[in-house]
């Protein structure tokens, strides 16, 4: 393979994914935004179920526009259930949280989830732990350490929830790597929207809230934006050549998490969240640099 050929290569397996990745999470952003507003008069059980109905309505159409029969069955029923169940974990831990914290303060202890991805992929996925993605691993954890110590003010449930919800977030991403390129992914996200249904159907009680026309609506784009973000996210982590190559455009969000939150909801983040934000970025960003280069170094195979 020459020299050119091997650039471009590259350039497909490791650039390509990384736009799919910013776009995906700008699209979560936008949808979190939307789920915060509606927080303020929804129950989350209802938002379960009615974002979940939302999402299996787009993923048909998608799947049968692009996948046609292969929409509807899977060779791995194992992980997509496995993968389902976890994502309920950090939609479940996020709706809890998200009405009581600010969106900066969120995406920073969401910013947790690279390292999980990480430590996850070393140690029961194999891929190798040098020293480069070690100390940078270490470093962002002393990091979230000093921003959210016990005692201080921004520690409290809510935070530990996120953070849970980042270590499933974390599994999911790699549940999804192992499920690979040749399934279904409108099905895989389909099951993950019906075990959101089921589980919110018996929570819900009486605290169903007549929907307005605005509100179907918001409903509505907050479901087209996920669904492409899902699509996206799922592209990168299925394509890419390690999950590391990508975990730490994760870091993007908190740029439009800052904007939405204080154009959307008068938050004005501490100097300390955003100082710790900053310093989360440059370790991704070093990570990324990292991962990249020895992406490129590493020989084609024939």
Known sequence: ??????????????????????IGYLCYNLNDAGLKFLLGKLHFSQLMMTTGSISIFYMVIYGSLREG?????????????????????????????????QLTTFYTLVFTSPFWVALIAAYFFKDKMDKHRLMVILFGFCVILLIFHPGGSLF????????????????????????????SRAFMYMCGAA?????????????????TLGEWGLLMGMGFI?????????????????AAAVAPYHYTQI???????????????????????????????????HETRKAALKPVEA
């Open 255 to 289: 740029i439009w998490g800052a904007l939405l939150g204080y154009y959307l909801f008068n938050e004005v983040p501490n100097v300390e969240t955003m100082c710790g934000a900053v310093l989360l970025i440059l370790a991704g960003l070093y990570l990324m640099r």
């Open 195 to 211: 075990m959101s249904v089921l589980l919110g159907l018996p929570l819900l009680g009486d605290h169903y809230v007549p929907l």
């Open 69 to 101: 029969r292969k929409t509807f069955r899977t060779n791995k029923p194992g992980l997509m259930f496995i993968r389902a169940a976890l994502s309920q974990v950090s939609t479940f831990t996020n709706l809890l949280a998200l009405p009581h914290i």
């Open 1 to 22: 393979m020459t020299t050119s050929s091997h650039h471009a290569h590259h350039h497909k397996r490791v650039l390509i994914p990384i736009l799919m990745t910013c």
């Open 226 to 242: 996920g669904t492409i973000g899902l699509l996206c996210i799922s592209y990168a982590f299925q394509e890419a050549p390690s």
């Open 156 to 183: 409290n449930g809510w935070a530990l929830l996120i953070l849970l919800g980042a270590f499933a977030y974390s599994w999911q991403l790699l549940v999804v790597r192992k499920i690979g390129s040749g399934e």
